[in-house]
Each structure stands twice: as structure tokens, then as C-alpha cells.
């Protein structure tokens, strides 16, 4: 575990919601709650100020959405990992919030110790998507425009393949013999080649561009 906590903002316009998840978040003693914004404006200038490590972001804003509230936290601070809470799992709301670069996508049903494990997850820059919601996106995220395999190594071409599959970095290790790091390390290039902002808009790509359709 790292020894300094995690810095999160709260974003959301009810002020009584947001205040609640910052109480129960900055109780667990690796998370610091450092802000709450009201609008995507006001977390774009808070994510400029502070660049938190985290952002929970609420998906209906008075001033935008949560996927374009991502792009402006992100824009204002490129490593923050953003996590979208919405009320519902609308598939259109799931693929924009990808899109945007975001690291987790959670529906409000959920139970709060949920929400404290998805930030544990997205924390080692792992994605958090619920399992009931995955299968329909990468259905969604089927090919249609075969390029070039933007030179990516018959290693990271297995790597993706993996990741299309949707292991994690350390079941991945386990598969092929190697370190986590040497993972790591992998995805990170796929991810620059193919000018995404996290795994699973990587394998976006690389399904719209039939990449995988290619084998290792």
C-alpha cells in the first residue's frame, strides 16, 4: 500500500449527496477527500488547482454531462482517474463516459463498500466496469475498419488480445509468465500506439480497426 493517501474530489450538483459519499469516503484511511465541485466547471478549475488522483464524478451535471466533465478533469489534470456514478446504465452513458477516458463507470444502486473497492481498482489504473455491463459493451465495440496493426509487437498484440478478453494486468502475468511490471509495461505502449486514454478504449480501437481480427 502506498503511504500517502489518495487525494479524491466529489462532483455532483446535490450538495447533500456529495457531501454524504465525501463523509463516508474520507473514513477509509487511505483515501483524502480534498474538494467538492457542484458543477463540471468548478471541477475543472478544482482538478487544475489540486490534481487530485481521483475524481467521483456524477453523470447528470447542470452544465454538461459526466462524460464531457471527465474530458475537462482530465484536460485540466491528465493523471487524475475519474470515476463516473450514474443513475442508471445507459448504454450510450457508458460509451461516452470510455470514450472521455474515464476509469470506472458505477451505477448508483450499488452498495457503498462498492464504490470503496471500484476507487481500489481504478487506483492501480485498472478499469472498474460491473460485470453485468461489460459483455454489451464490447459487443458494441464490434470491427468495422481493418487498418494497419500501427505497428504493435507480437507480444503486445497478445497482450491485447488478453485484454479484449477482459483479464486484468495480473491475470495476464499469470498467463504468460511474467512480471506484473513487464504487463504493465505493455499496456502502457499499446495504449500510447494506439492514442488511447485507458485499456478498454484501446481495445475500442483496436476492434473498430478489426486489430484484433489479426491474432497474435
Known amino acids: 500500500m502506498q503511504n500517502n493517501p ?7 450538483d446535490h450538495q447533500m449527496f456529495a457531501e454524504s459519499i465525501a463523509r463516508i ?40 454531462d ?12 491528465p ?28 451505477t448508483k444502486d450499488k452498495a457503498l463498500h462498492e464504490l ?20 454489451g459493451l464490447l459487443n458494441r465495440l464490434g470491427p468495422t475498419d ?4 500501427r505497428d504493435l509487437t507480437k507480444r503486445e498484440r497478445e497482450v491485447l488480445s488478453l485484454l479484449a478478453n477482459g483479464m486484468s494486468n495480473r ?8 512480471s506484473l511490471n513487464t504487463v504493465r509495461n505493455h499496456v502502457q505502449r499499446i495504449i500510447d500506439k494506439l492514442g488511447a486514454h485507458s485499456k478498454l478504449e484501446a481495445v475500442a480501437i483496436a476492434r473498430r480497426e478489426g486489430l484484433l481480427d489479426q491474432g497474435p
Open 6 to 12: 489518495l487525494t479524491v474530489i466529489v462532483v455532483d
Open 25 to 64: 469516503l474520507g473514513a477509509e484511511p487511505d483515501l483524502q477527500i480534498i474538494g467538492i465541485a457542484l458543477s463540471m466547471a468548478e471541477a475543472a478549475r478544482m482538478a487544475d488547482d489540486t490534481r487530485p488522483d481521483i475524481a467521483i464524478v456524477d453523470y447528470q451535471l447542470p452544465d454538461g
Open 66 to 77: 459526466g462524460a464531457m466533465a471527465v474530458a475537462a478533469i482530465r484536460a485540466a489534470s
Open 79 to 106: 493523471g487524475t482517474r475519474a470515476l463516473i456514478l450514474t443513475g442508471g446504465g445507459d448504454a450510450r452513458a457508458l460509451d461516452a463516459a470510455i470514450a472521455a477516458g474515464c476509469s470506472g463507470f458505477m
Open 116 to 135: 470503496v473497492s471500484a476507487i481500489h481498482v481504478i487506483r492501480t489504473w485498472e478499469m472498474y466496469i460491473p460485470a453485468e455491463l461489460l459483455p
Open 146 to 149: 481493418p487498418r494497419a496493426d
Open 171 to 178: 491475470a495476464i502475468a499469470a498467463d504468460l509468465v511474467v
